[in-house]
Nanobody, 135 residues
Framework: QLQLMESGGGLVQPGGSLTLSCAAA????????IGWFRQVPGKEREGVSC????????YYANSSKGRFAISRDPTVYTVYLQMSRLKPEDTGIYYC????????????????????????????WGQGVQVTVSS
């Protein structure tokens, strides 16, 4: 019964920056991983970056490495995705997602963000925010 509320997004020029936020509310929140999946028309949702609220472990997709930074504020169960040096291919709808990771197999954050079947892993979705990178 987790609820995710995300904010941020918007229109930014190539090379610019945006920060997304996702706040989680519910029971046993610190047992979840939180991250973002990006969706482009005609394609499946793909993991961008995820972080564990249990131990802080992090995963970045190859396209995000070196440009994005994910962090958590455990006092308010909020996760931030700082996006820099944005490219047009970063454009899409970014959905905050939660998956139960405590007591799961080793590397659950990697599994969460790389799953080919999000419906089998993700237990809650945010409403999605649009990120558009264009001049």
């Amino acid at each position: 019964q987790l609820q995710l509320m995300e904010s941020g997004g918007g229109l930014v020029q190539p090379g610019g920056s945006l920060t997304l936020s996702c706040a989680a509310a519910g029971v046993n929140v610190d047992g979840y991983g939180i991250g973002w999946f990006r969706q482009v028309p005609g394609k499946e949702r793909e993991g961008v970056s995820c972080i564990s609220l249990t131990d802080g472990s992090i995963y970045y997709a190859n396209s995000s490495k070196g440009r994005f930074a994910i962090s958590r504020d455990p006092t308010v169960y909020t996760v931030y995705l700082q996006m820099s040096r944005l490219k047009p291919e970063d454009t899409g709808i970014y959905y905050c997602a939660a998956a139960w990771v405590r007591f799961r197999p080793i590397s659950p954050i990697t599994d969460m963000c790389t799953t080919s079947r999000p419906g089998d892993v993700i237990s809650a979705w945010g409403q999605g925010v649009q990120v558009t990178v264009s001049s």
